[in-house]
C-alpha cells in the first residue's frame, strides 16, 4: 500500500522540488517534510492542504492512496439499510455513519455510500409519504384518488423488493461486482 508520505515524496521528485524548496512553498518546516515523507507522521488538515497547494494537487488525491479495499465492509454498507425495518430512518442512519467514518479510508465506499444514502432519502420520503396519505384519508374520510388498501399495498410492494434489493447487491459485491446498483433519480448528497 503507498502511504501519504510515499506519494509527496513522488509528487515532489515529479516537480524537481528539494524538500527544502517544498517546505518553503508550503511554508512548513522541513523537518516536517522530512517526518511526513519518512511515514514518521501523517499531514492533517492545513497542513496537508499547505503542501497539496504547494505540489499543486487536490488533498484527495494524496489521500486516496491510503485507501484499502474492503469487500466486506461495502456488503455490511449495503445491509444495514435494512436496519429500517427494525428503526424508523434505520435505513438511513446507519449507512450514514458507516459511509462517513470510512469514505476516506476504504475503496468505494464514498461513490457506494452517497448512491446508497441517495436512494434511501427518496425511498423514505416516497413511504412516509404513502403512509402518511393512507393515514389521513382514513381519518378525514378525504376522498382521495388511491383508498388506502391500495395506498397501504403500494407501501408493502416497495418494502419488500426494497428488502431484497440490499441482499442481491450484497451477494454481487461478494461476487467480485462493484458498481452503483441503486437507481440515482434525485441526488440529495453529491
Keep these: ?17 528539494s524538500q527544502e524548496e517544498l517546505a518553503d512553498l508550503a511554508k ?49 454498507l449495503h445491509l444495514s439499510v435494512m436496519l429500517g425495518y427494525v428503526l424508523p430512518l434505520g435505513n438511513i442512519i446507519l449507512p450514514l455513519i458507516l459511509w462517513l467514518s470510512n469514505k476516506h479510508r476504504i475503496e468505494n465506499v464514498n461513490t457506494q455510500g452517497i448512491n446508497i444514502l ?30 388506502f388498501e391500495v395506498l397501504l399495498l403500494i407501501v408493502a410492494v416497495l418494502g419488500t423488493v426494497i428488502f431484497f434489493f440490499p441482499i442481491i447487491n450484497a451477494f454481487r459485491i461478494s461476487k467480485g461486482t462493484v458498481k452503483n446498483f441503486y437507481p440515482s433519480i434525485i441526488r440529495f448528497i453529491k
Design 1 to 17: 500500500m503507498e502511504t501519504i508520505g510515499t506519494k509527496i515524496t513522488q509528487l515532489r521528485k515529479q516537480k524537481a522540488l
Design 28 to 76: 512548513v518546516n522541513v523537518r516536517t517534510i522530512q517526518r511526513i515523507e519518512n511515514n514518521e507522521t501523517t499531514p492533517r488538515g492545513a497542513t496537508l492542504k499547505l503542501i497539496c497547494n504547494a505540489l499543486e494537487v487536490s488533498p484527495d488525491e494524496i489521500v486516496s492512496f491510503e485507501k484499502t479495499e474492503d469487500h466486506t465492509f461495502l456488503i455490511w
Design 118 to 147: 441517495n436512494f434511501q432519502i427518496l425511498y423514505s420520503i416516497i413511504t412516509y409519504a404513502f403512509v402518511f396519505f393512507a393515514a389521513f384519508g382514513k381519518i378525514t374520510h378525504f376522498k382521495m384518488i388511491l383508498s
